[in-house]
């Protein structure tokens, strides 16, 4: 999901091709080892209607959590994390692309992920965990009718993005996203998604073959590669609207964040998405897209949608969802600070 860093048949079918510039940055991590991470769940075929899962251990219990491309830290509920001293209190999460705020406190604590052929798994350096203790309405700078989280909720999210989260002043300088925080000893910072695994750790085995685009920051401090986007509507293609791009395992559509009047039609568009621009080939992907079936509830957003927002400052993104795995493997080199795209063989 796209998140805030406060705590986001082809007649009529869309088609979304990206591609990045020539001279992209090629990446040579150095040596190191690589795991496979056990996934209780992966969407294989089924990226639009699976998502990326694993059981992971906090404070000595296990606990189901999404994996996020597009969310920095984990969320669990509180009670998870009982006889531990909370280091922050009272304090609020969201997550932009569903709206959905959360109240609780940040602990610091180690994580277990379990890896294929490694027990008990790999243990991580300390995070600044946040353990939800409500559910509330309105938004995150005036949150309303918060309740206590049922302990029924099965709420369990992993954000690994390549961003890191604005903490509190007290626990700041603790890492939150457990990928990127595994001991040197154990692997070099980075991960592999494909459509159906997951690799902690950068090495020649994983990263063979991947075009790879820089990270680097915009005007807000957000990190991001750059990309492209344009519309074709009747024939007519539009001139690219370039800004930023992401890769987001937590959704199952498109999500694009965009100013005022720069969103496609509400209905099916061809639109075509290059990265950096125009130019060279890291990816290129095709998707059959749909803005006329966008819905928001109170789980979620769902079906590609675009918003509109005034306070962008003219910069667009593109929130691809997980649905390019279907063609394409991906890559973050924490040591880098690259992403990368591989063609996914043929079967």
Known sequence: MHKSARFLALTSAAILALAPAAGAQQCQPPAGQAYELALSSSPGANLKTAAFKTRITVNGQQREVLIDTGSSAI????????????????VYYSYVSSGR???????LVKVTLPTIGATPGLSTDTLAVFGTTDTCSGTLEAPTDCLKLDPSDPLGMMGVSYNPYSLPTQVQG????????????????????????VWLGIDGRTTG????????????????????ISYTVGGNTGAPLCGTLLMDTGINHLYLTMPPNSCPPKSAVAVQVTAPDPAGAVLNWSYAAN????????AGSSGDNCVQETGTGGTNHT?????????????????????GFRPVKPQ
């Open 291 to 298: 803005f006329g079936q966008a819905t928001t509830s109170a």
């Open 319 to 339: 929130n691809t969802g997980r649905m390019v795995l279907a063609q394409y493997d991906y890559l973050y080199d924490g040591t880098c600070k690259a992403v």
């Open 75 to 90: 969320n669990v509920p509180a009670a998870l994390l009982q006889g531990v001293t909370p280091a922050v209190t009272g």
């Open 174 to 197: 603790n890492p939150t996203n457990a990928f990127l925080a595994l001991p040197a000893t154990a692997a070099n910072p980075g991960y592999v998604i494909t459509a159906s695994r």
């Open 101 to 107: 705020i959360y109240k609780g406190n940040w602990y």
């Open 209 to 228: 073959q991947f075009g790879q685009l820089p990270v680097t920051a915009d005007k807000s401090g957000r990190l991001s590669p750059s990309g492209c």
